[in-house]
């Protein structure tokens, strides 16, 4: 359960908010609060998976630090955010995985690129992994194509279901109760705010990070990660369709479809990140919870450089480093298949879900009004 102190705190926070109502139009977190009397805990922990941190509120408030009432929603919500994650981590025992997450994120980074590296060095003819291949199926001949997919797949699958299982959770916890108002309206409704980071426009001019100056920057940013990240995934989803359906065998030629997504997706991956850790780097870190600040940094890290190996090994496939850019490629995306469940990956799917309760809420409002 998250901590008794942050929900107090919370709930403390947020009946200020429901008396003062300054930000009413802010985001869909104060809509949501002004159609409640009170706050209970699956409330909290729906409104603060709704917050996009915009920080609007934040420099908005009269009652910010250093005044006595010391409302800080973006900061709450965000250590709100941190025990959710965990509160709703499957298996249990892993969710402890979310503290010190940037310690856990570059161990998985080490773990797994010392694992692929030393298993290709051990069981590979170094004259092969160190020499140049080209045409059809060069990869493979490096590395297996059953030693990538098999073990890759699988710890895909159980990691997309450790993160299925803390959603469902999530979602039975926070909108088990209004479950008969799902409708597709509602769910395209919430989609589309989550695909367009409404939230993150502010009142139209951005959001007020990485100070208290009104920027999109931060919306732009996110898209490029996460079309990038979006992209990437078309490109291996083709490319299996190539493998399995056609017979056609990678490397693929540089005007192919998997190639054009990844390498558009993959410049998207080094821009978005690369970008938020400047933004980050700039940041004014009152209003964020210091746990969460080493979350970002390691998932950004993360997948700017799983990107970045994933460019280079396309850069230079055909030299004698395509076997050893392979191997560092691997491990990277293992280190990433590995944390899936237990960092900041999992923002999107619970920021999804309570759009989508959100939007459920106002259909029922208006249902109820006309
Ligand atoms: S954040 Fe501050 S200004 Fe905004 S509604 Fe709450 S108390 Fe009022
Ligand atoms: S930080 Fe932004 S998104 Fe979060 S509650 Fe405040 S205004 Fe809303």
């Known amino acids: 359960m998250p901590s008794t102190e942050t929900i107090r705190e919370a709930d403390r926070m947020m009946t200020i908010c429901n008396a003062c109502r300054y930000c009413e139009g802010f985001c869909a977190v104060f809509r ?9 805990e699956t409330d909290l922990t ?7 941190n915009c920080r609007g509120c934040y420099y908005a408030c009269q009652y910010a630090p250093p005044h006595e ?5 973006p900061k709450v919500f965000s250590e709100l955010r941190v025990e959710t994650y965990q509160d709703y981590a499957w298996p249990g025992f892993l969710a402890a995985l979310f503290r010190r997450n940037g310690l856990v994120v570059s161990l998985a ?12 060095l051990a069981l590979q003819d ?5 020499g140049t291949h080209v045409g059809e199926g060069a990869f493979y001949r490096v590395i297996p194509y059953e ?17 299925a299982v803390g959603v469902v959770r999530y979602w039975r916890d926070t909108a088990g109760g209004i479950a008969q108002d799902l409708s597709l309206p509602a769910l395209i409704g919430g989609l589309w705010d989550g695909l367009t980071l409404e939230n993150l426009r502010g009142g139209g001019g951005g959001c007020n990070y990485p100070d208290e100056r009104f920027s999109e920057t931060r919306r732009w940013l996110h898209h490029f990660t996460f079309y990038g990240f979006m992209l990437c995934f078309a ?7 190539y493998h399995h359906v056609f017979g056609w065998i990678a490397p693929y030629g540089y005007l192919s479809g998997p190639v054009i997504l990844g390498t558009v997706g993959g410049i998207g991956l080094l821009i978005g990140p690369a970008g938020l850790l400047w933004l980050k780097w700039k940041a004014d870190p009152a209003p964020e919870t210091s746990s969460l600040r080493g979350m970002d940094v390691a998932f950004l890290v993360l997948l700017f450089m799983t990107s970045l190996t994933g460019l280079l090994l396309l850069a230079f496939r055909e030299t004698a480093a395509m076997g050893a850019l392979l191997a560092v490629h691997l491990g990277f995306v293992l280190a990433f298949f590995l944390v899936l469940p237990y960092c900041k990956f999992v923002h999107g799917f619970y920021r999804l879900a309570a759009l989508v309760q959100y939007a459920m809420e106002r259909a029922a409002l208006a249902k109820k009004a006309g």
Do not use: K
């Open 126 to 130: 170094p004259a092969i992994v160190f």
């Open 32 to 40: 949501a609060m002004l159609t409640r009397r009170g706050f209970v």
């Open 235 to 241: 490109a291996t989803s083709l490319a299996t369709v």
């Open 46 to 52: 729906y409104m603060a998976n709704l917050c996009h």
């Open 69 to 73: 009432f010391n409302v800080n929603i």
């Open 109 to 120: 980074m080490g773990f797994g690129l010392g694992l692929v590296i030393a298993l290709t």
């Open 147 to 163: 030693a990538m997919v098999w073990p890759f797949g699988l710890v895909f699958l159980v990691m997309i279901l450790a993160m």
